[in-house]
C-alpha cells in the first residue's frame, strides 16, 4: 500500500471515527484475531499506528468496541431488543440471529470470549458488557412472561448459557437441525420450568 494511499485514507478517517471502526470491524471479522496487532492493522485499514492509538487506544479497547459494533448488529438483525415479547419470541430470536451470514459473528465472538478467559485483566470491559447485556435482555424476556423478578437472574443465566453452548455447537458441527430442534425443546423446557416456579412478583 502506497504512502499516498495511507496519508489519504488518513484525512478520509481524521473526523470520522465511526467509519474507521466499521472498516477495523469488517477487517477483524474477515481476519480473526490471531496475531492481531496494531501495526499491520493500522496498515490494512489505511491509517497511521498512531490514528489507531488516538482513536481506541488500546488493541484490547480496540477489540471491546469492535465487539460491541459487531453485537449492535445481532441485536438489530434479530429485533429482540427494546420491546420484550416473552419466551415465545426466542425461537424467531434464535433463527434471526444465527443465520449463516452471521455465524462469522459468533465465531470472533468466541474467540474474544477465549482470550478474555485467558486474560481477564486486560478484557475485564468486554466481559463485564456482555455478560450484563446478554442477561439484561433474557431477564426482560422471562419477567415480561411472568416470572418472579428474583427467580428471573437465574432463569436468564441458564437461556443465556444454552444458547451460547448451542451457538458453538452450531459453528463446530453445521448441525443446523439437530441445534435448532434443541434450542426449541430448551424453550419448552425453560418454559415448562417457569410455569413451576413461585409467581409473586
Not at 52 to 81: C, I, M
Request: hydrophobic letters at 45%.
Amino acid at each position: 500500500m502506497s504512502a499516498d494511499h495511507i496519508d489519504g485514507r488518513r484525512a478520509r478517517y481524521q473526523h470520522r471515527r465511526p467509519e474507521l471502526l466499521e472498516a477495523v470491524t469488517d477487517h477483524v471479522l474477515s481476519h480473526g484475531l490471531a496475531g492481531l496487532a496494531m501495526r499491520p492493522l493500522a496498515v490494512a485499514v489505511g491509517v497511521s499506528h498512531g490514528t489507531l492509538l488516538h482513536h481506541f487506544g488500546s488493541k484490547e479497547n480496540l477489540v471491546t468496541e469492535v465487539v460491541d459494533l459487531l453485537r449492535q448488529r445481532l441485536k438489530d438483525a434479530a429485533s429482540l431488543a427494546g420491546s420484550p415479547a416473552g419466551l415465545a419470541s426466542l425461537v424467531s430470536w434464535w433463527r434471526d440471529s444465527t443465520k449463516a451470514d452471521r455465524l462469522p459473528v459468533y465465531r470472533l465472538l468466541f474467540e474474544v470470549f477465549a482470550q478474555a478467559a485467558r486474560d481477564p485483566g486486560r478484557y475485564e470491559r468486554f466481559l463485564q458488557e456482555v455478560v450484563r447485556d446478554s442477561l439484561t435482555l433474557m431477564e426482560g424476556l422471562v419477567v415480561a412472561d411472568g416470572c418472579a423478578r428474583e427467580q428471573a437472574p437465574l432463569l436468564a443465566t441458564m437461556i443465556v448459557a444454552q444458547a451460547r453452548g448451542l451457538q458453538l455447537d452450531l459453528l463446530a458441527t453445521g448441525d443446523r437441525e439437530r441445534v435448532d430442534r434443541t434450542f426449541a425443546l430448551f424453550v419448552d423446557l425453560i418454559d415448562h420450568l417457569m410455569r413451576s416456579l413461585p409467581n409473586e412478583r
